[in-house]
């Protein structure tokens, strides 16, 4: 396969990560939740709405608007405006697509945001008109949404590599041990292994701390030249690598591999920077198989090893590897769109040091993986980036 070789990010940097506190229901609309990342983002940088030209959103629940029409509902005047349905992939897209509008000059400072309500009926209903595809493959058999999905993916993964509930057990305590540390985490319990294995069944095999909680929140971040956040005081990352593929490996019957395997030695090679460099990871986590795909695809395991390295590392803030130290999904919650965005908020904080309470000791560089639009039988959309402070 032929790489092109890429510019990189020289000039275009990422700053004020910004979460919106989480709730399990909200009677608030996806509206309110943009504009109050909006407005954080400002406070959190000292900036005027009219110094914001770009904007690049992601949300499921906002319809019948898009991001133009929001443009008007919060007073936004800008040159430059972007709108990616891409789920867990989204704020790897977004950032591709900032940077290279502030690079090129289209953009001075671009607002990445990522929020979605959850009314008491909002996620049946987003699994109606999520994909034709999976609406066709599963609604004759009585069933719908990721759920079923991931509980076929993950039984084969199961079957073909000899990965054990306890392994994927592992992987949500350590997160859930995370998320107690961390402060906007809706999970606030220590979970323990026979809690986990014995909890109540939702699609075989997976169980209820398998599958992510729907919620209502933001996520949000801004990128800008790196002499503009120098003139602001503003702490930021810079961006060492991205890659972003969508349907990758279509020729795989059942997905047990994704985009990054296709991408991750150019995203290593644009970062200059190898495996043992990483000093953390944030994986998209709706469910543990996922994770475990990511860890293989990323090269830091090879292809059905990742139960294995779970076994053999800890993956605590702590740990050997640590990983989703916010507590990801699994244990924070799935705030719709935003749920794309947690590792990338977290690992800003992370390499910027204003993690506070989850700070992993002396991080300098991450990777953050995203993954999205689960079309029943494979996630679509597959991104990662790699972040450091800005003297790494």
């Given amino acids: 396969m032929t790489h092109l070789r890429r510019a990189g990010y020289a000039n275009a940097v990422v700053a004020v990560p910004v979460t919106v506190p989480y709730v399990r229901h909200s009677i608030r609309g996806a509206h309110w939740f943009i504009a109050r990342a909006l407005r954080d983002l400002l406070e959190g940088s000292g900036l005027d709405k009219a110094d914001i030209d770009g904007l690049c959103l992601s949300s499921f629940t906002l319809a019948p608007d898009t991001a133009v029409g929001l443009t008007q509902h919060l007073g936004l005047s800008l040159r430059w405006l972007d709108h990616i349905p891409m789920g867990g992939a989204a704020a790897i897209v977004s950032l591709r697509r900032a940077l290279r509008a502030v690079e090129s000059g289209d953009a001075a400072i671009v607002a990445c945001v990522g929020a979605d309500t959850n009314h008491v009926d909002t996620f049946r209903a987003t699994l109606g008109n999520f994909s034709q595809f999976a609406r066709d493959a599963v609604y004759p058999y009585g069933s719908g949404g990721p759920n079923a999905s991931f509980a076929f993916l993950t039984a084969y993964y199961m079957r073909a590599f000899g990965a054990r509930r306890e392994d994927f057990g592992k992987l949500c305590i350590s997160q859930r041990e995370n998320a107690l540390r961390y402060p906007h985490a809706l999970f606030r319990k220590p979970l323990a292994m026979e809690e986990y294995l014995n909890a109540r069944l939702i699609a075989e095999p997976l169980r209820l701390f398998d599958c992510v909680m729907p919620c209502a929140g933001a996520e949000a971040f801004l990128v800008m030249s790196r002499a503009r956040a120098q003139d602001l005081g503003l702490p930021f990352a810079r961006v060492l690598a991205t890659s972003e593929r969508h349907n990758s490996f279509p020729e795989d019957p059942i997905q047990t591999r994704g985009g990054w395997a296709l991408d991750r030695e ?127």
């Fill in 266 to 392: 150019e995203l290593f090679a644009q970062a200059g920077v190898s495996h043992q460099d990483i000093d953390f990871l944030q994986t998209y986590d709706d469910y543990p198989v996922i994770s475990a795909m990511q860890i293989e695809d990323l090269g830091f395991c090879g292809k059905g090893e990742a139960p294995e390295f779970i076994r053999e590392h800890s993956l605590t803030i702590d740990g050997t590897f640590p990983m989703n130290t916010s507590g990801g999904q699994l244990s924070v919650g799935q705030a719709g769109a935003a749920g794309g965005y947690l590792g990338m908020t977290e690992a800003i904080r992370q390499v910027t040091g204003t993690a506070q309470s989850t700070t992993v000791p002396d991080a300098r560089i991450g990777l953050v993986s995203g993954f999205g639009m689960i079309n029943y039988d494979r996630g679509l959309c597959c991104g990662a980036a790699i972040l450091a402070e800005p003297s790494a």
